[in-house]
Structures are given as C-alpha cells and as structure tokens.
C-alpha cells in the first residue's frame, strides 16, 4: 500500500458514517489504519507473546538513538508523557541537586512546576515565547552557578513550535560535566537524535507522536549506571523507574496492569516507522508537510511566529488574523466541519493557533488543508489575515 493511500485509508468513518478528520496536532494524530487495527485483538498482560513485543519495542528503541544495551537502559511507563517527564526528573536528579530549566514555553514550564512538586532545587532560564536558549547563554548560567547539577531541555517545544539547538547546548553541558535531560515528547522518531552526536543521560518522549502511535504510555532512554545510583529518589511507588526497569529486566513483564492495546499498536508503528526509512524518512516527509502548509499559509495572509531557521518539522504557530470577523472558535469549527483539527495557540502575548505536520499525514492531505482554509475564511468573511499590530 502507497503512503498517499495509506493516508486515506488512516480516516476511518466514526460511529455516525462520518470520515473522522485529519487530527493536525502535536499529538494524539492521525494514526494509519493498520496501527488501529493492530488494536483489535486482546492480549493478556503476563502472556509471552505480549513480553515479546515489550522488549522488541525497548530494543529497537535503544537502537534508534545508538544507544549501547550495557551502557543504557529504555524504560517504558503507562500514561502520558508528562508521567514519564515527571518519573524522569525524580530519577535523574539527586534530592540534593539543583537544574536548571531552559524555558521557552509551555512544557519548559511545566517541567519547572514539577520540580516545584518534587521539591528539588532549581532555576529557569526563559526566553519567552519565540526565542531559543543558545550555547553561550547556558555556559554562562552553569560557569556562574556551580551548584547547579542538571540541566533540562524541550528538543521541540511546541506550544510555538520551536526546535531548540540541543546538539549546541549538549556540548557545553557535558563539557562541564553536568547531567543533561531532554524532552524529546514531540521530536524523537522525526529528528535526528543519537547518543554518538548528543550525549545525553536522560531522553524522555511517548508513542503518540512522531512514531505515530496512539496515547498510553511513555518511555525513558537513561544511562544505566544513573538509573542504578537513583534508589530511594522516586517520590512515588508508580513512577519510580529503577523499580519497574528492575521488573522488566528479571520477569519480562510491567510491575502494573499496561495498556496493552496501545503497546501492540506501537510494535506495529514502530514497523511502520522503519518501512518509510526510520528517522530519515519520516523527517523528509514532515518537513514536506511543512514547507508546503507554511507557504500555503504565508499566500493567504497568514505571519509564522517563528523565523525559518527555527521552525520544526513537527507544528508551526501563527498569528491570528486582526480582522475583526476573525474568531478562532467559528475558525476551527469551520475546519472540523471540513475535515481537520488543529489546536489553540499557547502564547503568553499574541492571539495564535497552531497546526501540526505530523501523524499519518501527506503533501496531499495539506492542499486540502489550505483549501479549507480557504472556504472557512471565506464563510467567515474574513479577507486580511495579517495580524494585528
């Protein structure tokens, strides 16, 4: 089956008859129809044939980043990624450590709360909305600051869309000797990421994103010897990583009930993932998307948040138009009606939305996006779609 009827085949009618739309989002997105169906049979959660798949899915994601088996451990957790996010930074820094958060967004935020909660020592470096933190401007805040053990980085941050310079503040991180922790929820699978080039300790992301699994759980790529040295760190029986690494290294199985469905649906996107030509290919395709949304988008009238050299693969934010017939609600549902998704903005200053290139999406399905765009401005009588001052 071709990509382009792959793509097709992914919108299955829902209960009603009607083709569910095209969800461009960072995630959950439009999964392929044979990922969906991988979803159809029960598996019973201590059985061999479902172990199988447990440790096929912890190899192969080992291999993605070059990762050595004797050298660094792949845990998977259920629930979203921020339980994994969450579990990671409990793991990783020591009760008496002290991060430093590069923000500049909503989940460089929400990691700064989580260390609120958790009760360790930090401090955040923001950029606001638009900007990324450069390799200098971390220098400096570690070579000021001695005390700080870790620092955590979002690869993607896509409340605006951002992809933040990892390898160039991975390199100043490890020359200091720190601890380095990326959230990679919205880039890994699509991005090139790899323990040869970048030298991280901690690596967090989930499998309804670019691997275009569905929700459910989460997965950390750590260093063993890291992974070993954080007993009694974890602040909760559920999300302590070294006990259920420890399970899954002696029986094979999750120390708790897994979503079963959703694991078998990853073995087989993760098949999917490989066909298309691993992280390669499925960036050349996402970056197609998005050159072909953001140059449809900028002929309608529409401004990017972001500057080119820092837009992703994965979402792009823009400004919402200053016309005063624009509202974003009537703009969405519009879009619905015609078959696709796309989310509010997250900005702290600016109206915006935003519309994800990722998920089982094509050239073809974004024409039709800009098309729709096309008619619900048109319904909605909105003709400039420049922002507002």
């Known amino acids: 089956m071709s990509l382009a009827t792959a793509t097709r085949a992914s919108c ?13 989002t960072p995630g959950p997105l439009t999964t392929s129809a044979t990922t969906k169906a991988a979803m159809l049979r029960d598996w019973g959660s201590w059985d061999g044939d479902f172990n199988r798949l447990t440790a096929e899915i912890r190899e192969r994601l080992l291999a993605m980043v070059g990762a050595p088996r004797d050298t660094y451990a792949c845990v998977p957790l259920q629930g979203s990624g921020t339980f994994a996010v969450e579990a990671a930074l409990a793991t990783a820094i020591d009760r008496r450590g002290k991060a430093l958060v590069l923000a500049n967004g909503a989940y460089g935020q929400r990691a700064a709360r989580i260390l609120d909660v958790l009760g360790r020592a930090h401090v955040v470096h923001d950029k606001g909305d638009y900007l990324p933190p450069r390799g200098e401007e971390v220098a400096e805040r570690l070579d000021a600051d001695p ?14 869309g951002i992809l933040n310079p990892l390898a160039e503040i991975a390199e100043v991180v490890k020359a200091r000797g720190k601890g380095l922790i990326v959230d990679a929820m919205s880039s890994f699978g699509a991005v090139p990421l790899a323990t040869e080039t970048v030298p991280f300790d901690v690596m967090v992301s989930s499998a309804n994103k670019c691997l275009e699994g569905v929700p459910g759980f989460g997965f950390v790529i750590l260093r063993q010897d890291l992974l070993a040295a954080s007993a ?3 602040h909760s029986l559920s999300l302590d990583l070294l006990e259920q690494w420890c399970y899954m290294e002696r029986t094979g199985q999750w120390r708790f009930t897994p979503p079963t469905h959703v694991v078998a649906a990853f073995h087989t996107a993760l098949a999917e993932h490989r066909a298309e030509g691993g992280v390669a290919g499925r960036l050349a395709r996402y970056t197609r998307n998005r050159d072909r949304l953001v140059t449809g988008m900028r002929e309608l009238g529409f401004a990017t948040l972001l500057e080119d050299r820092w837009l992703s693969p994965i979402i792009t934010t823009f400004f ?12 969405y549902a519009e879009l619905k009606a015609r078959g696709f998704v796309i989310y509010p903005g997250k900005l702290t200053q600016a109206e915006s939305f935003r519309i994800g290139c990722i998920g089982r999406l094509d050239e073809s399905v974004i024409a039709r996006l800009l098309d729709a765009v096309r008619e619900a401005l048109a319904a909605m009588g909105v003709d400039d779609c420049r922002p507002a001052a």
């Not at 005390?147 to 605006?160: A, G, K, M, P």
Request: negative net charge; glycine residues 10%.
């Open 12 to 24: 299955l009618a829902d209960e009603s008859g009607q083709e569910a739309p095209y969800l461009l």
């Open 147 to 160: 005390e700080i053990t870790d620092v955590f980085l979002v690869h993607c941050e896509t409340s605006s």
């Open 232 to 234: 009694g760190r974890a």
């Open 320 to 331: 919402s138009p200053g016309h005063p017939a624009f509202e974003f609600g009537r703009f």
